[in-house]
């Protein structure tokens, strides 16, 4: 896995097609325990400026599983949330850490991070992507379905972070991926574009119509109508978004093999129904768990 190693994860777009399967085959055997890696005096920093319960822990314990040592920089304790540049921030923690991923909403704070320190920064969540997420989320298809490529996602709600890592994730594996959501929520044409121009044979379709896009997929996935820092737009949004519930009503569409994920945490009875969450086409507890599996294959091979 050398040829990951120090580099940056800033957009699941930093990675070839044949690295996102080598770090999807290494989960899987660090999944099975067929490997194992010593990271002694290794630390992890975690700068998170939004909560997390799976983010935080899975990466925790992956660290810790690995024999390193991580750090919580809270912004309310470092002096981060009270204004120090992140220019001075980035290069006194590369002196100090091994490795270090963010929760931030600005995906220009990654790059400044990301130019003003050598070791590897990850992308933990920013309002324009969450490649880790995806990474688990590929990894759950593929133990489902034995393989990715001619697969198809189909995404339904808002054209946000999770709709963008899925959109990049599925074209480099050479999975079809379908956007379903509302005119005013689609998800940003520069990253639609950026998905399609990495598409070899595969399709990135973007529509309105949450039935159409459901019709024979093998994945149904959702994600919250509104994410962290639009709670305000939060009851505007229900209305709007109720065409784009993951049920029963859309699972029937599927393919009958088809399989419902969900990044969490969920709104039950907004996004997605009781019924699908607990129904037997479910994956998301096992999606929630390769949160663990494809961080430890990721921090394995940038150190
Ligand atoms: N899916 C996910 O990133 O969950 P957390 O916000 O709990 O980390
Ligand atoms: N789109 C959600 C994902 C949470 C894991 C958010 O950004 O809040």
């Given amino acids: ?76 304790v470092t002096q981060v949330s009270r ?24 995906q220009a704070e990654l790059e400044t991070f990301a130019k003003f320190s050598k070791i590897p920064i990850i992308n933990a969540l920013s309002d324009l992507e969450h490649p880790c997420q995806v990474l688990a989320d590929l990894l759950t298809v593929m133990e489902n379905f034995g393989s990715l490529k001619g697969l198809t996602l189909t995404y339904l709600g808002d054209g946000n972070n999770m709709a963008h890592s899925l959109m990049i994730g599925c074209a480099l ?6 956007i ?26 973007v529509t309105e119509d949450p039935k159409l896009a459901s019709r024979a997929a093998h994945v149904l996935y959702t994600d919250v109508w509104a994410s962290m820092g639009q709670e305000s737009e939060a009851e505007d949004r229900i209305p709007i ?46 999606e929630a768990e390769n949160r663990l599996h494809a961080q430890k294959a990721l921090l394995a091979s940038v150190l």
């Fill in 1 to 76: 896995m050398g040829n990951l190693q120090g580099r940056d994860l800033l957009s699941l777009a930093d990675l070839q097609p044949s690295e996102i399967q080598e770090l999807l085959t290494l989960a899987k055997q660090l999944k099975a325990g067929e490997v194992q890696f010593d990271f002694q005096r290794k630390t992890l920093g975690l700068l998170f400026r939004k909560a997390s319960t799976r983010t935080r822990v899975s990466f925790t314990v992956a660290m810790h599983q690995l024999g390193g040592h991580v750090i919580d920089l809270d912004p309310n």
């Fill in 83 to 106: 204004g120090e540049p992140i220019e001075d921030t980035a290069r006194v923690l590369d002196r100090y850490l091994d490795v270090l991923a963010i929760r931030t909403f600005e």
């Fill in 173 to 178: 594996v050479g999975m079809n991926v379908r």
């Fill in 180 to 205: 379903a959501s509302p005119k005013n929520f689609m998800p940003d044409p520069t990253i639609v574009a950026q998905a399609k121009a990495l598409a070899e044979n595969s399709e990135v379709i």
């Fill in 241 to 286: 978004f109720q065409p784009y519930q993951l049920n029963a009503e859309l699972m029937a569409l599927a393919d009958q093999q088809a399989i419902a994920l969900h990044c969490l945490p969920a709104h039950r009875g907004e996004e997605i129904t009781d019924e699908v969450m607990e129904g037997s086409q479910s994956r998301i507890w096992d």
